[in-house]
């Protein structure tokens, strides 16, 4: 796979991710969707997105079966925000931290793949970091009925993760030349 496709996957993930991120914290306080519909529906979209990006690229990641599993965890986690009275909100909180120390593997490996084609690949590094350590918080301390602590986590997350990626793209696309 050339590098320009490997960059569209990072230019399409982190406008996906920045997109959704924004999405959680803006539009439930314009609009009369509520947050956890909002939270509900960026799970079930980043993680459906996460399974059928890591699918196609399969040949040049060395971690997809990594990226498919936190895909299906996240997917997992919104269907059953969905149904929530159905599950037990502490299972869905525990989902979300597996997601987080899921996704921090995923990062870290993420950088060290790409470290000699992407600028500001250390960022991957240090986002990993922060996730790993928001995963065992969440595990660790966050209580049942905080649901909505999650998801300004896991907002501020997906923001994050889209402005580095959009970082690293435009530095390795234009900076570079």
Known sequence: MTENRFLSFVLTEGALLLFLGLGM???????????????????????????????????????????????????????????????????IISLAGVYFILKSLSSSSFSVQ????????????????????????????????????IGIILAFDFTLTGIIYLNMYIATKYIQG
């Open 114 to 149: 790409s470290r000699k084609t992407l600028n500001f690949w250390w960022m991957c590094l240090l986002l990993s970091v922060i996730e790993f350590v928001l995963g065992l918080i969440i595990i660790v301390v966050i209580p049942g009925a905080a649901l909505w602590f």
């Open 25 to 91: 914290l803006v539009l439930p306080k314009i609009t009369p969707l509520s947050f956890g519909l909002m939270m509900c529906l960026a799970l079930i979209i980043y993680g459906g997105y996460k399974v059928i990006s890591s699918i196609l690229s399969r040949f040049i990641s060395r971690h997809f079966v990594l990226d498919i599993i936190t895909g299906l965890v996240l997917l997992i986690t919104g269907l059953m925000l969905f149904f929530a009275p159905r599950f037990d909100i502490i299972s």
